[in-house]
């Protein structure tokens, strides 16, 4: 069930307040104070003083100055939750009166891990609606601080209404491999301001089709779901197809993979007046061919008076939000072949073995054979399976005995004498001597 925030009038801007906490918080209020048209007012909140006082944030709130002496809270979220309860009054006064609170931050720190949780719920008690937008450390840091990082996060996504969250390792994404360290975090903050000015435009931009308050909070819906964000501004012939591929190559969309995972997606598209409805039905079918079949998809499309304004096409959506993830269900076990009986016990093998049932004599007659005719002799009856069987007469004799292989003697012809050929042969007792003794005793019996 939507829960609905203070009344918000249509006809009124309504008042958005961005809350930098921390650090790399302030950087980012300090950003969209400077580089942005928006009616935003930003909010700087650090335990470090030094940081603060360079701040160009419309208010700075000093956190736990008796706590932390204006030091910082040396990456102990302990110590930024007690600076927190300590400056308890000062936030609550500071989101009061807020429609929307925008509360950004990186986590794994003390300031932001430690008081992140405690300023989403006096936001939450004022009846804002509220968006964290937090970052992640990078993994080079440590797993201290990305255990604290984790553990924050999981905090507050039970308070927010929607969790952006962006990962740093990803900031080799957004540039080229050479590009500078301060172009590539001006790239990430630019991800991540895009998201508050998106968000902002989609409520108070008039247009033909209007995204209201319910749409976007069917859509963030709160809970433990990730959001997904991507937006883009193109210009000239082809604006609708290059907004949104450069929509969908946001790093917070996996390049519109994770729209398939998505169960609510908000899409807004603002342009000029020379916006057409084709443009807009173009945008509309490649998102649900991506989307998936049971999404719930909402539309809202504004205008702008400038006719020199680009196409800009906004994606918000929400993975797991329409239902609890189910628990994991340990894998199905395979049903292994039956093992054999175990032997019996020797006791039982030396009884002895219990007597067979005699089977029952086969009918004379089955009901249903057919009698056989007078004229043909009667079957032979049949014996009992248990009848000893008469003995087999003997097979008769065959007619031919087998014949009884005899092995030939091998015959050796006489070879020529050669050059003796034609000499006097010599002859002794009636052999002659010039033939080989093998062959004059083959044929002799020995």
């Known amino acids: 069930m939507i829960t609905y925030p203070r009344y918000l009038d249509r006809s009124q801007t309504p008042v958005v307040r961005l809350i930098g906490l921390g650090n790399a918080g302030v950087n980012l209020a300090d950003r969209i104070t400077m580089n942005r048209a928006l009616d935003i007012e930003t909010i700087a909140i650090n335990s470090d003083q030094q940081s603060l006082s360079s701040s160009v944030a419309s208010t700075k709130i000093p956190l736990g100055p008796l706590t932390t002496r204006g030091l910082g809270a040396g990456g102990d979220p302990e110590i930024g939750l007690d600076a927190a309860k300590e400056s308890l009054g000062d936030i609550e006064a500071a989101v009061g009166g807020a429609d929307i609170v925008f509360l950004c931050g990186g986590l794994g720190g003390g300031t932001a891990s430690g008081a992140a949780a405690m300023i989403a719920e006096a936001a939450k008690n004022s009846g ?155 945008i509309m079918q490649e998102i649900s061919r991506q989307a998936s079949g049971n999404a719930m998809i909402h539309l809202g499309v504004s205008t702008s008076p400038a006719p020199d304004s680009p196409l800009t096409v906004s994606i918000i959506a929400k993975c797991g939000a329409a239902s609890p993830i189910p628990a994991a269900q340990p894998p199905a076990r395979r049903t292994a072949a039956p093992k054999p009986a175990p032997p019996a016990p020797a006791a039982a093998e030396a009884a002895p073995p219990a007597p067979e049932p005699t089977p029952p004599e086969p009918p004379t007659q089955s009901l249903l054979q057919p009698e056989p005719p007078a004229d043909q002799p009667p079957a032979p009856p049949r014996t009992s399976p248990s009848a000893p069987r008469p003995p087999r007469p003997p097979l008769p004799e065959p007619k031919h005995a087998p014949q009884k292989i005899k092995q030939e003697t091998l015959q050796f012809e006489p070879v020529a004498r050669g050059r003796f050929e034609k000499i006097e042969p010599t002859i002794v007792e009636g052999e002659d001597l010039d033939v080989p003794t093998f062959l004059r005793l083959a044929g002799k019996k020995r």
Do not use: K, W, Y
Request: glycine share 10%; net charge negative; with cysteine.
């Open 128 to 282: 804002a609606l509220l968006v964290a937008i937090l970052a992640s450390p990078f993994s080079f840091e440590g797993r201290r601080r990305g255990a604290q990082a984790a553990a924050a996060l999981h905090e507050i996504r039970g308070i927010a209404d929607a969790v952006i969250h962006f990962e740093n390792d990803r900031m080799a994404e957004l540039t080229a491999p050479r590009a500078g360290v301060s172009e590539t975090f001006s790239a990430c903050d630019e991800i991540l301001l895009g998201c508050v000015e998106a968000i902002v435009r989609l409520i108070s931009a008039p247009g033909p089709l209007g995204v209201g308050l319910p749409d976007l909070l069917s859509v963030l819906d709160g809970g433990e779901g990730s959001c997904l964000f991507g937006t883009a501004a193109a210009t000239g012939d082809n604006r609708a197809h290059e907004g949104l591929e450069q929509a969908l190559a946001s790093p917070l969309l996996e390049r519109g993979r994770l729209l398939d995972d998505a169960a609510s997606i908000l899409v807004h598209i603002s342009g000029p007046p020379s916006l057409s409805f084709s443009e807009v039905g173009a």
